[in-house]
Protein backbone atom coordinates (compact mmCIF):
# COMPACT_ATOMS: atom_id res chain seq x y z
CA UNK A 1 0.00 0.00 0.00
CA UNK A 2 1.58 3.50 -1.04
CA UNK A 3 2.82 5.94 1.71
CA UNK A 4 0.46 8.88 1.29
CA UNK A 5 1.57 10.90 4.03
CA UNK A 6 4.74 10.34 2.58
CA UNK A 7 3.79 11.24 -1.03
CA UNK A 8 2.24 14.60 0.62
CA UNK A 9 4.69 15.94 2.83
CA UNK A 10 7.57 15.16 -0.12
CA UNK A 11 5.64 16.96 -2.77
CA UNK A 12 4.50 20.05 -0.09
CA UNK A 13 8.59 20.39 0.21
CA UNK A 14 9.47 19.85 -3.43
CA UNK A 15 11.48 16.91 -2.58
CA UNK A 16 11.83 14.16 -5.33
CA UNK A 17 12.79 10.41 -5.02
CA UNK A 18 16.58 11.57 -5.81
CA UNK A 19 16.65 14.54 -3.20
CA UNK A 20 15.48 12.83 -0.56
CA UNK A 21 17.65 9.84 -1.71
CA UNK A 22 20.60 12.23 -1.37
CA UNK A 23 20.15 13.78 1.90
CA UNK A 24 19.33 10.09 3.44
CA UNK A 25 22.06 8.96 2.14
CA UNK A 26 20.51 5.73 0.54
CA UNK A 27 19.45 4.82 -3.28
CA UNK A 28 17.01 6.85 -4.65
CA UNK A 29 14.83 3.38 -5.43
CA UNK A 30 14.54 2.78 -1.66
CA UNK A 31 12.93 6.30 -1.58
CA UNK A 32 11.13 4.60 -4.51
CA UNK A 33 9.92 1.68 -2.41
CA UNK A 34 8.87 3.73 0.83
CA UNK A 35 6.29 6.29 -1.55
CA UNK A 36 5.12 3.44 -3.39
CA UNK A 37 4.70 0.09 -1.97
CA UNK A 38 4.86 1.73 1.48
CA UNK A 39 8.10 0.19 2.64
CA UNK A 40 9.56 0.96 6.08
CA UNK A 41 13.11 1.92 6.27
CA UNK A 42 15.67 1.08 8.85
CA UNK A 43 15.12 3.25 12.13
CA UNK A 44 18.06 5.29 11.65
CA UNK A 45 17.48 5.68 8.23
CA UNK A 46 13.97 6.70 9.02
CA UNK A 47 14.99 9.11 11.90
CA UNK A 48 17.22 11.09 9.18
CA UNK A 49 14.70 11.20 6.23
CA UNK A 50 12.26 12.78 8.75
CA UNK A 51 14.38 14.98 9.93
CA UNK A 52 15.10 16.17 6.67
CA UNK A 53 11.50 16.27 5.72
CA UNK A 54 10.91 18.36 9.11
CA UNK A 55 8.43 15.46 9.91
CA UNK A 56 7.68 13.52 12.72
CA UNK A 57 8.73 9.89 11.98
CA UNK A 58 5.79 8.67 13.55
CA UNK A 59 3.93 10.06 11.52
CA UNK A 60 5.41 9.04 8.25
CA UNK A 61 6.00 5.31 9.39
CA UNK A 62 3.71 4.67 12.22
CA UNK A 63 4.81 0.62 11.93
CA UNK A 64 8.57 2.34 14.27
CA UNK A 65 5.70 2.81 16.99
CA UNK A 66 5.94 -0.89 17.64
CA UNK A 67 8.16 -2.12 20.03
CA UNK A 68 11.15 -4.08 18.93
CA UNK A 69 11.73 -7.44 20.75
CA UNK A 70 14.49 -6.57 23.65
CA UNK A 71 17.48 -8.16 23.23
CA UNK A 72 19.69 -10.26 25.86
CA UNK A 73 23.04 -8.63 24.80
CA UNK A 74 23.67 -6.34 22.25
CA UNK A 75 26.10 -7.39 19.85
CA UNK A 76 28.12 -4.31 20.15
CA UNK A 77 28.47 -4.82 23.45
CA UNK A 78 31.88 -6.51 24.37
CA UNK A 79 32.18 -6.33 28.44
CA UNK A 80 30.08 -4.63 31.09
CA UNK A 81 32.20 -3.61 34.52
CA UNK A 82 30.13 -1.87 37.39
CA UNK A 83 32.76 0.35 37.80
CA UNK A 84 36.08 2.32 36.11
CA UNK A 85 37.97 1.57 39.62
CA UNK A 86 37.88 -2.23 37.78
CA UNK A 87 39.58 -1.52 34.58
CA UNK A 88 43.41 -1.30 34.72
CA UNK A 89 44.41 1.67 33.12
CA UNK A 90 46.38 -0.74 30.38
CA UNK A 91 42.66 -0.98 29.47
CA UNK A 92 43.08 2.26 28.16
CA UNK A 93 45.81 2.52 27.18
CA UNK A 94 45.69 -0.34 25.01
CA UNK A 95 42.60 0.73 23.52
CA UNK A 96 44.29 3.89 22.06
CA UNK A 97 47.52 2.26 20.82
CA UNK A 98 45.33 0.07 18.75
CA UNK A 99 43.89 2.75 17.18
CA UNK A 100 44.42 3.26 13.16
CA UNK A 101 42.41 6.42 12.34
CA UNK A 102 40.59 8.02 14.61
CA UNK A 103 40.92 8.45 18.92
CA UNK A 104 38.06 10.57 20.48
CA UNK A 105 38.49 11.62 24.00
CA UNK A 106 35.86 13.61 25.26
CA UNK A 107 35.67 13.62 29.54
CA UNK A 108 35.64 16.30 31.89
CA UNK A 109 39.08 15.91 33.07
CA UNK A 110 40.23 12.05 33.42
CA UNK A 111 43.42 12.90 35.22
CA UNK A 112 43.85 9.36 36.08
CA UNK A 113 45.25 8.92 32.69
CA UNK A 114 48.16 10.85 32.92
CA UNK A 115 48.36 9.86 36.32
CA UNK A 116 49.15 6.05 35.82
CA UNK A 117 50.06 6.43 32.21
CA UNK A 118 52.65 9.45 32.04
CA UNK A 119 53.55 8.43 28.90
CA UNK A 120 49.74 9.34 27.77
CA UNK A 121 51.05 12.37 25.51
CA UNK A 122 53.99 10.10 23.84
CA UNK A 123 51.55 7.74 22.68
CA UNK A 124 48.81 10.20 21.47
CA UNK A 125 51.60 11.88 19.57
CA UNK A 126 52.77 8.98 18.13
CA UNK A 127 49.75 7.75 16.76
CA UNK A 128 49.38 10.94 15.04
CA UNK A 129 52.15 10.67 13.49
CA UNK A 130 51.19 7.87 12.60
CA UNK A 131 48.20 9.32 10.46
CA UNK A 132 45.52 8.87 13.11
CA UNK A 133 43.48 11.92 13.76
CA UNK A 134 43.70 12.82 17.75
CA UNK A 135 40.17 14.93 19.21
CA UNK A 136 40.57 15.71 22.57
CA UNK A 137 38.04 17.77 24.21
CA UNK A 138 38.14 18.47 27.61
CA UNK A 139 35.57 20.30 30.56
CA UNK A 140 35.83 23.87 31.05
CA UNK A 141 36.44 24.64 34.21
CA UNK A 142 34.46 27.96 34.15
CA UNK A 143 31.41 26.52 33.08
CA UNK A 144 28.52 26.82 35.18
CA UNK A 145 27.89 23.37 33.82
CA UNK A 146 31.23 21.74 35.04
CA UNK A 147 30.73 23.61 38.43
CA UNK A 148 27.44 22.12 39.11
CA UNK A 149 28.56 18.61 38.10
CA UNK A 150 31.26 19.11 40.73
CA UNK A 151 28.31 20.00 43.16
CA UNK A 152 26.55 17.13 42.48
CA UNK A 153 29.40 14.65 43.01
CA UNK A 154 30.31 16.00 45.83
CA UNK A 155 33.46 17.45 44.97
CA UNK A 156 32.53 21.09 45.44
CA UNK A 157 35.31 23.08 43.70
CA UNK A 158 37.03 19.76 43.05
CA UNK A 159 36.42 19.11 39.28
CA UNK A 160 37.26 22.79 38.18
CA UNK A 161 40.81 22.20 39.56
CA UNK A 162 40.92 18.67 38.02
CA UNK A 163 39.75 20.25 34.57
CA UNK A 164 42.71 22.76 34.95
CA UNK A 165 45.22 19.98 35.80
CA UNK A 166 43.86 18.15 32.91
CA UNK A 167 43.92 21.03 30.37
CA UNK A 168 47.73 21.37 31.62
CA UNK A 169 48.79 18.06 31.12
CA UNK A 170 47.50 18.51 27.28
CA UNK A 171 47.99 21.70 26.53
CA UNK A 172 51.43 20.67 25.11
CA UNK A 173 49.48 18.47 22.43
CA UNK A 174 47.81 21.80 20.82
CA UNK A 175 49.32 22.90 17.80
CA UNK A 176 51.04 18.85 16.67
CA UNK A 177 49.95 17.87 13.62
CA UNK A 178 46.58 15.62 13.34
CA UNK A 179 45.92 16.75 16.89
CA UNK A 180 42.80 18.92 18.35
CA UNK A 181 42.14 20.06 21.98
CA UNK A 182 39.13 21.84 23.00
CA UNK A 183 37.50 22.31 26.19
CA UNK A 184 33.27 22.15 26.21
CA UNK A 185 30.76 23.33 28.68
CA UNK A 186 28.74 20.56 27.74
CA UNK A 187 26.38 18.83 30.55
CA UNK A 188 27.96 15.11 30.17
CA UNK A 189 26.13 11.83 31.04
CA UNK A 190 29.26 9.76 29.69
CA UNK A 191 32.77 10.15 29.35
CA UNK A 192 33.88 8.68 25.72
CA UNK A 193 36.94 7.48 24.86
CA UNK A 194 36.98 5.85 21.50
CA UNK A 195 39.66 4.51 18.97
CA UNK A 196 38.54 3.24 15.47
CA UNK A 197 35.44 0.97 16.14
CA UNK A 198 35.72 0.08 19.52
CA UNK A 199 35.35 2.32 22.43
CA UNK A 200 34.70 3.19 26.50
CA UNK A 201 31.89 4.65 27.44
CA UNK A 202 31.71 5.90 31.60
CA UNK A 203 28.73 6.36 32.79
CA UNK A 204 28.57 9.45 35.00
CA UNK A 205 25.96 9.10 37.71
CA UNK A 206 24.42 11.57 39.86
CA UNK A 207 26.29 11.89 43.37
CA UNK A 208 28.92 9.56 42.22
CA UNK A 209 32.69 10.12 40.77
CA UNK A 210 33.49 8.48 37.34
CA UNK A 211 35.70 5.73 39.08
CA UNK A 212 32.76 4.08 40.78
CA UNK A 213 30.49 4.48 37.96
CA UNK A 214 29.65 1.47 35.28
CA UNK A 215 31.95 1.28 32.10
CA UNK A 216 30.81 -0.48 29.01
CA UNK A 217 33.31 -1.18 26.17
CA UNK A 218 31.46 -1.57 22.72
CA UNK A 219 32.52 -2.46 19.05
CA UNK A 220 30.89 -1.04 16.25
CA UNK A 221 29.29 -3.56 13.79
CA UNK A 222 27.19 -1.77 12.02
CA UNK A 223 25.53 1.49 11.15
CA UNK A 224 22.47 3.18 13.47
CA UNK A 225 23.73 0.94 16.54
CA UNK A 226 24.95 1.72 20.31
CA UNK A 227 28.84 2.80 18.96
CA UNK A 228 27.06 5.13 16.61
CA UNK A 229 24.78 6.59 19.45
CA UNK A 230 27.96 7.84 20.95
CA UNK A 231 30.08 8.85 18.44
CA UNK A 232 27.26 11.36 17.46
CA UNK A 233 27.30 12.64 21.07
CA UNK A 234 31.10 12.95 20.97
CA UNK A 235 30.29 14.73 17.40
CA UNK A 236 27.83 17.12 18.74
CA UNK A 237 29.62 18.36 21.93
CA UNK A 238 32.85 18.60 19.94
CA UNK A 239 31.03 21.10 17.45
CA UNK A 240 30.54 23.51 20.29
CA UNK A 241 33.71 23.25 21.90
CA UNK A 242 36.58 25.94 21.69
CA UNK A 243 40.33 25.52 20.70
CA UNK A 244 42.57 25.43 22.78
CA UNK A 245 45.79 27.41 21.54
CA UNK A 246 49.36 25.67 22.00
CA UNK A 247 52.16 26.32 24.83
CA UNK A 248 53.58 29.70 23.03
Not at 71 to 100: G, H, K, M, N, T
Not at 119 to 145: F, H, M, Q, T
Not at 188 to 211: E, K
Amino acid sequence: MPNERLRAVMAAGGWTHASLAEASEVDPKSVERWVNLGRTPRRATALKAAETLGEDVHALWPALRQARAARAVSPELVALYDQRADLPVSVFVDLLAEARERIDVLVYAAVFLHEAYPRLNDLLKERAEAGCAVRIALGDAESPNVQQRGTEEKFGHGIESRCRLALMHYRPLAGVPNIELRTHGATLYNSIYRADDQALVNAHVWGVNAYGAPVWQLRRSGRGGMFDTYAESFDAVWQTASPVEGVS
